[in-house]
């Protein structure tokens, strides 16, 4: 199954908007990490995740968080 990165950038004011989107919704990436800039001052967040097509990546997220993402084809390569 391919993998996706999923890349969420968002701004200042909708920084609190951005965490609230996830209270009652269901995703298997509610209650895990993810690798995030807002608390250094940026405003982006990203996830690895595994799923057949871009759409069933996004569907990953609420729907606040998937209109404003990215989904990224990746592949883990080994580096010489």
Do not use: K, N, Y
């Amino acid at each position: 199954m391919p993998f996706f990165l999923l890349h969420h950038r968002h701004d200042g004011p909708t920084c609190e908007a951005t965490f609230a989107a996830w209270h009652g919704f269901q995703s298997p990436l509610r209650h895990r990490p993810a690798d995030c800039t807002c608390v250094a001052g940026g405003h982006d967040l990203w996830w690895r995740v595994e799923a057949v097509d871009r759409d069933a990546a996004l569907a990953l997220l609420p729907p606040f968080l998937a209109h404003r993402t990215r989904a990224i084809p990746v592949r883990r390569v080994d580096i010489p």
